[in-house]
């Protein structure tokens, strides 16, 4: 199974990122091989519509699963649109979300929060 | 980290003054202005130290290079923002342009390039506290863009903090609907006139649509009892938790324009001020 | 003649200038450009309304013609578009309306729909033509009401009033864009001080002849008036602090109706402003 999760740096030690759309960089994480890429997000730096822009890169990542502390509206729904599951990260130990993965004990996220507006223009 | 937010839909009502009295009352450790048109917060929270500074790039802006333009007009006939000139050069009219990049895409010359523009300054004050705001430049657009960074700002230099307080901009538009999300809480600040009323309900249809909690509380409600007491029924009405009332109080005036927040000093709105904060951090936190 | 009131800090009393001087004027046309929040039609109560819906064009993709070469997704700065499991998606509260994926697309695939942002109403009250432009809860940018207003504008009985947005940020400055005249309005407090620079600067930049009206006058210094003498900007006028307006506007009624005190106070005004503006476009045409 491929999942993919929010990373604040590009290395298995770094944590979880709060934010879905802005994240610096995604870990795609294949979970037979135990081998992970680490992919440049860059919705962070965009002016608007980050949820959406970042959902696309996941999208085009062939995942399975997103593994996420939050998740905005538009970008949930590129996501499902795809057929990917959304589990809701426990704490922001890289390593503890694939275990608990693995594990079956991750929960699907439920709370997609309406989305930042932060987008260029008036 | 908890978001209190604090919001009028009309201007004037009092934000800022609520907001630097909550920030002192709650002694909270990070506190923003996301006003970013018209910031005020910090002319009442004194800062000891000079603030980090940095450049916010809004939209790129387009450029004609007039050496390579062949007066075509398709840039002109296909920017949807009005923001092409044809003159004796073709120009763009930086503060129409929205970078969308439609003229540099069409035009056959290669004349037209979108260049990085400044669109305003993020300030970051740190010391006991974290005082995150901005100014945007004048006539830019991307304020929620900006306001967005402003939170950014705050929460990275304040992530352990346990409150944050918010103050923020008239209207319903773009940098308030920026300001809404990620906050967990929304005090409406209302003014009991019949334009107050009008605004506050459509800020509160507005906040709705973001499914947080939210309260509502009257300053100056002495300037007209009865439409402080339509502004308590609505509230029953529509089941919104109503904190308080807050008189007009000339000492009130005195001290922000002293550059001091109302509980600075002893006065009739900084007391009344307290009653609301109280009632207001309870429903924070249940 | 268009006459434009800003503040820069809410609350400073653009409505009431505005609405005011359009009633003193008699047959004159109050516009509100403050569409966020518009006040000017709760004292004026038109009648006779004719509704106007203001929308933008928003993208939507005939799926047969798609062929997924997501020229449009790699196009948009704005990212309103995302191509997922073989269909496009438009995010229509992102997009900008800026027509260049519907340009671009090599198959012709996306036209574009309607959708509503907000309306204009255009009513009468006694001899004022009241123009109210409304953005719905929701929308992020009223600047395609603005727009369609200062349309209206041109061809409005003049004098014209143009009630604008608090701030000096896009929609501020796309409000005074036609004006021949802008009156600030400043309280003396600290932050209306502060605001009332950021507009001044505005109107600078635009060239636009200006002039201050300093509201709810106090006794004691008024650091409003200090701001201006230091930056030597024209005072034209001065209301005092007064409960009795204070209330009539509290409770949304046109002073200058009410009372012939009033009426007389915003007829100089308006007087004065209206010379003021005539000189300065005489001056600089």
Redesign the interface.
């Known amino acids: 199974m491929k999942i993919a999760i929010p990373v604040e740096n590009k290395s298995m030690e770094t944590t979880v990122c709060q934010s879905f759309g802005r994240t610096p960089y995604f870990l795609i994480y294949n979970t037979e091989l135990k081998d992970g890429l680490f992919i440049e997000n860059d ?1 962070a730096t ?5 949820g ?2 970042a ?2 890169i996941v ?1 085009d990542s062939d995942v399975n699963a997103l593994l996420t502390p939050r998740c905005g509206e ?1 970008a949930a ?2 996501i499902m ?3 990917i599951k959304i589990y809701k990260t426990v704490n922001d130990s890289i390593m503890d979300n694939i275990d608990a993965f693995n594990k079956g004990n991750l929960f699907v996220l439920t709370d997609i929060h309406a ?1 930042f ?1 932060n ?4 | 980290m908890k978001q209190l937010l604090i919001l009028s ?5 009092g934000k ?1 003054t609520i907001a630097s009295a909550f920030i002192k009352l709650s002694n909270a450790k990070a506190y923003a202005d996301c006003d970013v ?2 910031p ?1 917060l910090h ?1 009442i929270m004194d800062q000891p130290f000079k603030p980090v500074k940095t450049d916010y790039y809004g ?1 790129p802006k387009a450029e004609i290079n007039t050496g390579l333009c062949t007066k075509c007009d398709q840039c002109r006939q ?1 920017c ?2 009005d923001a092409i000139k044809a003159g004796t050069h073709y120009t763009v009219d930086y ?1 129409a342009c ?5 003229c540099e ?2 035009c056959p010359a290669k004349a037209v390039s979108l260049k990085p523009a400044i669109a305003g300054k993020l300030m970051l004050y740190t010391g006991d506290s974290v005082f995150s705001t901005a100014t ?1 430049k ?4 991307t ?2 863009m900006l306001v967005a960074e402003v939170k950014k700002q705050m929460k990275r230099a304040a992530s352990d903090t346990e409150l944050a307080i918010i103050d923020g ?6 940098p308030v ?1 920026a300001s809404l999300s990620g906050a967990d809480m929304v005090l409406i600040v209302a ?6 009323i ?2 506050m309900k ?1 800020i509160v ?2 906040a709705e ?1 973001f499914q947080m909690k939210m309260a509502v509380c009257v300053n100056k409600f002495d ?2 009892i009865e ?1 402080t007491k339509e502004i308590e029924l609505f509230c029953e009405k529509y089941k919104l938790p109503f904190t308080g009332r807050i008189p007009f109080d000339p000492e009130a ?1 005195k001290a ?4 001091l927040s109302i509980i600075d000093i002893d006065c009739a709105a900084g007391k009344a001020v307290k009653e609301v904060f109280n009632k207001t951090i309870k429903i924070l936190s249940t | 003649m268009k006459i434009a009131v800003l503040s ?5 009393g653009k ?1 009431l200038a505005s609405v005011n001087l359009a009633a003193a004027a008699g047959r004159s046309t109050y516009i509100d450009c403050d569409v ?2 518009p ?1 000017g039609h ?1 004292f004026f109560k038109p009648g006779d309304i004719k509704y106007e819906r203001i929308t933008i064009k928003i993208p939507f993709v005939d799926d047969r013609l798609c062929n997924g070469c997501r020229k449009c ?1 790699d ?11 073989g ?1 496009l ?1 438009v ?1 229509d ?2 997009c ?5 994926c519907v ?2 697309c090599p198959e012709k695939a996306l036209s574009e729909k309607e959708k509503d942002v907000g309306q204009i109403q255009k009513g009468v009250s006694e001899n004022v033509t009241v123009i109210t432009g409304i ?1 719905n ?7 395609p009401i603005i727009k369609k207003l200062l349309n209206d504008a041109d061809k409005a009985l003049e004098p014209v009033f143009i009630d604008c ?9 796309e409000s005074i864009k036609d004006a021949d005249y802008c009156i600030l309005i400043a ?5 209306g001080v ?2 009332l620079n ?1 507009v001044y ?2 109107v600078r ?1 635009f060239d636009k002849p200006h002039g201050v009206v300093l509201n709810k006058c106090l006794e004691g210094e008024n ?1 409003a008036e200090k701001f201006c003498m230091e930056k030597g900007i024209k005072i034209i006028g001065r209301i005092p602090f007064d409960s009795e307006l ?2 009539l ?4 009624l046109i002073a200058a109706r009410k009372d012939k005190k009033y009426r007389d106070m915003f007829s100089s005004l308006l007087q004065i402003v209206t010379k003021e503006a005539q000189n300065e476009t005489v001056i600089n045409p």
């Not at chain 2, 004048?138 to 657009?141: A, E, K, P, Q």
């Not at chain 3, 809860?137 to 600047?143: L, R, V």
């Not at chain 3, 309280?187 to 932050?191: A, K, N």
């Open positions: 919705a965009s002016q608007g519509g980050a959406v822009k959902a696309q999208v538009n729904e590129v649109a795809a057929g989305g507006h987008h260029a223009g008036k | 839909g009309k201007g004037g009502t800022t048109d018209a005020n002319l939209l296909n949807r923002f503060y929205e970078g969308c990049g439609v895409a069409i945007l004048m006539g830019s657009g304020s929620g901009s008239p209207g319903i538009g773009c609907i003014e009991p006139s019949v334009s107050g009008s605004d459509r249809e507005t649509k300037t007209n439409n005036i922000i324009n002293n550059a | 820069g800090k809410g609350g400073t409505t966020e929040e006040n709760l997704v196009f948009c700065v704005f990212n309103a578009l995302a191509y997922v499991n269909r998606k995010f509260d992102i900008h309306s800026c027509g260049g340009l671009f953005l809860t929701g929308e992020a940018s009223g600047i947005p608090p701030g000096s940020a896009c929609i501020a400055m309280e003396p407090t600290l932050f502060h605001n950021m600067e505005l930049l650091p204070g209330i506007n509290s409770n949304a």
